[in-house]
């Protein structure tokens, strides 16, 4: 990833932290970006204060920890927005690193300020699995159509005219 850090930041490698969690990953057989065939799976990685979803590398990283030794729940929060909503994480549990990225831009007074700089700020948090955190409502995995995109009406009108022969069910997505 390569981001300079600055002396006030820990000297804990972050990148080579989830190089590492990926590297243990694939050793175990597990391949983190591909998808299981499994109906029953629960959605991208979310936060559950704020209902979105985690991007980037925070959608890898979480992904594998849910893969690796959590249940079909997404929901993650930090420490702050479990106390937030009265709920507590439980003793001794271990959360997982999420990064934040964000390209700032500054524009530099004493020049002129004709011409903006720009620097990026990385800043790493810990969350916790909706499993770690005790008081959290029970998780309720939305029905396929719950959701607006998932099934446009406009679906099944493309479905038709493509003429395709199109077969439901089975453990596997293929194509011939």
């Not at 001794?92 to 524009?107: A, D, L, P, S, Y």
């Not at 029905?143 to 099944?156: G, H, I, K, R």
């Amino acid at each position: 990833m390569g981001f300079r850090k600055s002396a006030s930041v820990s000297q804990r490698d972050h990148e080579q932290d989830i190089t590492n969690q990926i590297v243990e990953a694939l050793e175990a057989g597990i391949i983190p970006w591909r998808r299981k065939w499994d109906q029953g799976s629960c959605g991208v990685p979310m936060n559950v204060t704020t209902g979105k979803a985690y991007r980037g590398i925070n959608h890898l990283v979480m992904g594998l920890a849910q893969a690796v030794g959590f249940n079909n729940d997404p929901r993650w929060c930090s420490y702050r927005q479990a106390q937030v909503k009265g709920w507590q994480v439980r003793k001794g549990e271990r959360g997982t690193m999420i990064v934040f990225f964000e390209r700032i831009k500054k524009w530099d007074q004493a020049e002129g300020g004709n011409e903006p700089s720009f620097y990026q700020l990385l800043k790493c948090s810990t969350v916790f699995h909706a499993s770690q955190v005790q008081g959290i409502p029970d998780y309720v995995r939305p029905e396929l159509c719950a959701v607006a995109w998932q099934c446009p009406d406009a679906l099944d009108v493309i479905m038709v005219n493509s003429k395709a022969v199109i077969r439901i069910g089975g453990a596997q997505a293929f194509s011939s």
